[in-house]
């Protein structure tokens, strides 16, 4: 695969040419070098796309390779980490923290098929009633922490998001890293939480 994705040098005659979204660049850097690029041939527009290192075909506006959920999904299987598949691009994962003993995930894949992802977590902390203080609450931790976003819901539930790429070679490994991550956050901040809860 990795061979057919060096464009050689060639006149106009003939060869491959990379077409992105500039006019026909000829050149010997590797396709997967350059964010996104397709093939032109001599019979025309061929059905490749290179997009973060991965060779993905395209039939009838269609992704025929694994999608990113699926290969997430073989990854907790083969570590045996439990879920609960919601949708076609949702997962949901349920971790115990220091702080929280349950803190519910829900992992959100790109319906594009880009890797990314968003994180999302909520029902925590209830704060109905004490919106003031909760809102005070999430100034105060987004403002000092970094890659959690913290607001208040209209049900009054705190809710963390976190917006983030991954390596999509490593899908399954990099998304339970980035899970870790968020969950750690998230317990890290429930000190807080609580003191503007019961202060």
């Keep these: 695969m990795a061979e057919s994705a060096d464009a050689p040098d060639s006149g106009s005659g003939g060869g491959q040419h990379l077409v992105g979204s500039s006019p026909i660049i000829r050149t010997k850097r590797r396709a997967t070098a ?3 690029l397709f093939f032109l041939t001599e019979k025309g527009l061929d059905n490749h796309l290179f997009c973060d290192n991965i060779l993905i075909y395209k039939h009838f506006g269609r992704d025929t390779m694994e999608s990113y959920k ?3 999904l073989k990854y907790m299987d083969s570590e045996d980490i439990k879920y609960t598949e919601l949708d076609e691009f949702g997962v949901g994962i349920v971790v115990g923290g220091e702080n929280i003993d349950t803190i519910r ?3 959100i894949f790109e319906e ?3 890797p990314a992802l968003q994180l999302r977590s909520l029902n925590f902390i209830d704060f109905r009633g004490k919106e003031i203080r ?5 100034n105060k931790i987004n403002n000092d922490l970094r890659w959690v976003k913290f607001c208040l819901d209209s049900n009054g539930d705190i ?3 976190m917006d983030t790429y991954f390596d999509g070679a490593s899908c399954g490994e990099e998304c339970i890293k980035l899970i ?3 969950v750690r956050i998230i317990d890290a901040t429930y000190p ?4 503007a809860f019961y202060s």
């Design 112 to 114: 594009d098929g880009s």
């Design 70 to 72: 699926s290969m997430f």
């Design 192 to 195: 807080t939480f609580a003191h």
């Design 159 to 161: 809710v963390a998001t």
């Design 34 to 36: 350059l964010p996104l």
């Design 134 to 138: 909760a809102i005070t609450a999430c």
């Design 105 to 107: 995930v829900l992992v």
């Design 180 to 182: 870790k991550r968020f």
